[in-house]
């Protein structure tokens, strides 16, 4: 074979065949290095048109074996890279729930240099995190995880840290991680829940029926106007349950919690 000849291997998709040239970029110098790269991705079961794209891309062959090794899959390795990855920093990131290169990239933009900082905040969306993070609050406690959620986020640390205030002084250190429309009606009792409902029915003044979590009905006490057919959401503590009578004879009964925080 000629020096500067096509190789005899091509893609399966039909590509043309590998040419010496094609390998330059990992100092390859002689058609049997770049045959043997050729056929370490046969041996690791990597389809040739990957190699034709990481060829592309200048992914080395190095990248695909510590990748591989990893258990990170073929496609996911080259945008890995492509984002500034090694095979170590991506598998990292993939235990912590980050499947995507680019959500690595966008959490590094917000501030989180690392998956060992990213650890303190797993689970919160981009814009909580930043917020935390501008506002210089770098360990969130499980208060701010679960009213950050689903909140808007607000405008400023003093606003935020008064509604924080509002809930601990309401006896709530912590906020139950399901929605009150999908507590247990029996054992909700001095428990806080995040909640979104919409009230249907005004009972008395600062008592209503309303649609939660699921679709179900609760019984909501509020100090604040709710007019019927209005969307709320904020933070509730269980008050155990209520039971009436439908408008067809049947009897319910329902989670009743009084509203600590709503928007």
């Excluded at 499947?99 to 650890?119: D, F, R, V």
């Excluded at 993070?133 to 840290?161: A, F, H, R």
């Excluded at 929605?179 to 247990?184: A, E, K, R, T």
């Excluded at 959401?233 to 009578?245: A, D, E, F, P, R």
Aim: some cysteine; proline content about 3%; aromatic content about 12%.
């Amino acid at each position: 074979m000629k020096y500067a000849g096509s190789l005899p291997y091509s893609d399966t998709n039909g590509g043309k065949p590998f040419k010496k040239s094609d390998f330059a970029y990992e100092g390859i110098t002689t058609p049997k290095q770049a045959r043997k790269i050729i056929e370490e991705y046969k041996s690791l079961g990597i389809d040739l048109y990957i190699l034709r794209i990481n060829l592309e891309e200048k992914i080395s062959i190095k990248d695909v074996r510590e990748f591989k090794k990893n258990g990170i899959g073929d496609y996911e390795t080259r945008h890995w890279v492509a984002n500034g990855y090694n095979a170590k920093e991506a598998k990292k990131w993939l235990k912590l729930g980050v499947t995507q290169s680019w959500g690595a990239k966008k959490l590094k933009k917000i501030g989180i240099k690392s998956p060992e900082e990213y650890k303190a905040f797993r689970g919160m969306s981009n814009s909580a995190i930043k917020f935390l993070k501008d506002n210089g609050v770098n360990s969130p406690d499980s208060l701010d995880k679960t009213m950050l959620s689903e909140i808007p986020i607000p405008e400023s640390l003093e606003k935020y840290d008064a509604m924080k205030l509002k809930i601990v002084r309401s006896n709530c250190y912590k906020v139950e991680s399901v929605h009150f429309g999908s507590s247990d009606v029996y054992d909700n009792e001095g428990k806080c829940y995040l909640f979104k409902a919409k009230l249907y029915q005004r009972l008395e003044r600062i008592i209503g029926l309303a649609v939660g979590a699921s679709n179900k009905t609760i019984l909501v006490m509020f100090d604040k106007p709710w007019s019927e057919g209005e969307i709320r959401l904020g933070v509730i503590k269980g008050y155990g349950n209520y039971t009436y009578q439908t408008t067809y004879g049947s009897t319910k009964n329902i989670a009743k919690g009084k509203v600590i925080l709503n928007y």
